[in-house]
């Protein structure tokens, strides 16, 4: 894995989205998977930005994870959100993204049918977050590094930090269906994005402990050329020292 160090969540962003963007233009029509949550949601600002409103509009978008046993149209729902905050404004079709359908009555068939889009489109870039459990996607700890695209079953941790978006924790879905870790590892191009102090110690867990299934983001230890972009604050507890960029691309 690269390290690269940047000063702080601004930077971080502009950073991934110049290190995106070179790398979306090594592929005509570039699959890329897209997280939610709070920590990419600067690097989408900047895409939606004049320089890089190229990126996305060309690219085939891939949702890494959503929930399941909601309707379609759940405002909640992690592609809805997806579509609405990042695809919508930049013109994209909302067919333009492989998307799980959360409401899938059968949710391995569900998981079936995008690992196997999955496999015939290739993933060209997989941009990633940090869960403060360790977890990559709903990829949630004791996942195998060799899975595939699944239905799974949330951790209490996961519930509870997702229950701000669903009015209570009884009221957040208990299952959800996500890229699988070996589907992601065949990512031609992946970064992890991680940023503040209340994701240091967990990412001190990812760089400095054993690689193991237990803290699901070790996997990335695997693979040798993916990108942790991380800001000072969230690298502060790490004992891991020197070996860090300054710079995601050598162009930004
Ligand atoms: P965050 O979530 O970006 O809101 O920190 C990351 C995750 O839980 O995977």
Redesign the pocket.
Known sequence: MNLCEVQDYDDMSRQAAALLSAWATETERPGIVL?T????LGLYRELAAKRFAKVLSRARPIQLDEYHGIARDDWRSLGGWLHRDLLAPLGISPEAMLRFDPSAEDGDREAARVESAVASMGIDIAIL????NG???MNEPGSDFASTTRLVTLTPE?IH?NAVYWGGEDKVPHHGLTLGLGTLARARHTMLLVSGAQ?AKILAAVLDGPISPRMPATYLRTIPGAMLIADRAALAVTRHQGGFSRRAHDRY
Not at 129 to 132: E, F, H, R
């Open positions: 997280p949550g709070n920590t990419p977050g940090l869960g403060p977890h990559i996607g996961t930090s994701k």
